[in-house]
């Protein structure tokens, strides 16, 4: 087969964008340093949205589910083989000197897949509502924040209500109160009751800054009162999507 190849800053790519890599005996690192390089290209380029992650010492790739949600997974060898075909071209020599194209070899694959770390951003969370880093800023558009190394997913690219970077005390009072405006209808049994489920919502929202954060937990003196509900109202503000929910044990060892 013949590939249509031209010259692009300074290196051979074929004629679909994608570069050659030739498969040399012995020369597997050199190969891998190659395609890892064209890979980071072709996933910073054309301004597409980063795919690959390195999440602890696993390499991954977000997916969303059927709720709408996103997710991680670890990416399996199959799946670094098509992506890493996405960006280059292997070659293998046909033993008449010519060389023919081929799909990436599932021992490359692997050996990349077992190295460890990988030059792709450190994934630490996704969110789907704006949230606190560290250092007091605010991430409030979509995509990879970073500093906080967080996949911020909203519906649109921007959060649609104005954050101010560093509000007054009048626009923290207004915050506080439109906080505690779901729960006026609640019945509290004192004070302090709405202050834990106020500071519960906004723990939530700073989660990601804290290394140890309180569980808060719901109880009243009966049925109806709305403790699913005042959990629900926490998760959709904290996380912008329902909280999950699983049925009581019953048993010490469980819980």
Same mark, same amino acid.
């Given at each position: 087969?013949? =590939? #249509?190849?031209?010259? /692009?800053?300074?290196?051979?790519?074929?004629? %679909?964008?994608?570069? *050659?890599?030739?498969?040399?005996?012995?020369? =597997?690192?050199?190969? $891998?340093?190659?395609?890892?390089?064209?890979?980071?290209? /072709?996933?910073?380029?054309?301004?597409?949205?980063?795919?690959?992650?390195?999440? +602890?010492?696993?390499?991954?790739?977000?997916?969303?589910?059927?709720?709408?949600? $996103? +997710?991680?997974?670890?990416?399996?060898? /199959?799946?670094?083989?098509?992506?890493?075909?996405?960006? !280059?071209?292997? =070659?293998?020599?046909? #033993?008449?000197?010519?060389? &023919?194209? !081929?799909?990436?070899?599932?021992?490359?694959?692997?050996?990349?897949?077992?190295? @460890?770390?990988?030059?792709?951003? &450190?994934?630490?969370?996704?969110?789907?509502?704006?949230?606190?880093?560290?250092?007091? +800023?605010?991430? !409030?558009?979509?995509?990879?924040?970073?500093?906080?190394?967080?996949?911020?997913?909203?519906? @649109? %690219?921007?959060?649609?209500?104005?954050?101010?970077?560093?509000?007054?005390?009048?626009?923290?009072?207004?915050? =506080?109160?439109?906080?505690?405006?779901? $729960?006026?209808?609640?019945?509290?049994?004192?004070?302090?009751?709405?202050?834990?489920?106020?500071?519960?919502?906004?723990?939530?929202? @700073?989660?990601?800054?804290? *290394?140890?954060?309180?569980?808060?937990?719901?109880?009243?003196?009966?049925?109806?009162?709305?403790?699913?509900?005042?959990?629900?109202?926490?998760?959709?503000?904290?996380? #912008?999507?329902?909280?999950?929910?699983?049925?009581?044990?019953?048993?010490?060892?469980?819980?």
């Amino acid at each position: 087969a013949r =590939l #249509g190849v031209h010259q /692009h800053r300074d290196k051979t790519i074929l004629d %679909d964008g994608r570069v *050659p890599i030739k498969l040399s005996p012995g020369q =597997l690192s050199k190969s $891998l340093q190659q395609a890892e390089h064209a890979l980071r290209v /072709h996933e910073l380029e054309k301004g597409r949205r980063r795919q690959l992650f390195s999440k +602890g010492s696993v390499l991954c790739h977000v997916i969303r589910h059927s709720d709408g949600s $996103l +997710g991680t997974t670890e990416t399996k060898v /199959h799946s670094l083989r098509e992506r890493f075909g996405q960006a !280059c071209q292997f =070659l293998r020599p046909d #033993g008449e000197e010519r060389w &023919v194209p !081929c799909d990436m070899p599932k021992d490359y694959a692997q050996a990349y897949k077992e190295r @460890g770390e990988w030059p792709f951003s &450190v994934l630490n969370g996704i969110a789907q509502t704006p949230l606190l880093r560290i250092d007091g +800023g605010l991430v !409030c558009s979509r995509g990879y924040d970073e500093r906080s190394q967080i996949l911020l997913d909203l519906a @649109g %690219d921007e959060w649609p209500a104005h954050i101010p970077e560093s509000p007054s005390r009048e626009e923290a009072l207004d915050a =506080l109160r439109r906080f505690r405006e779901p $729960l006026k209808d609640f019945p509290w049994g004192d004070e302090h009751s709405r202050s834990v489920a106020l500071a519960c919502m906004i723990t939530i929202l @700073g989660r990601n800054i804290f *290394p140890n954060s309180p569980l808060f937990a719901f109880d009243a003196p009966s049925r109806g009162t709305g403790k699913s509900k005042l959990a629900e109202i926490a998760a959709r503000i904290g996380t #912008g999507r329902p909280a999950s929910m699983m049925q009581f044990a019953g048993d010490e060892v469980e819980m």
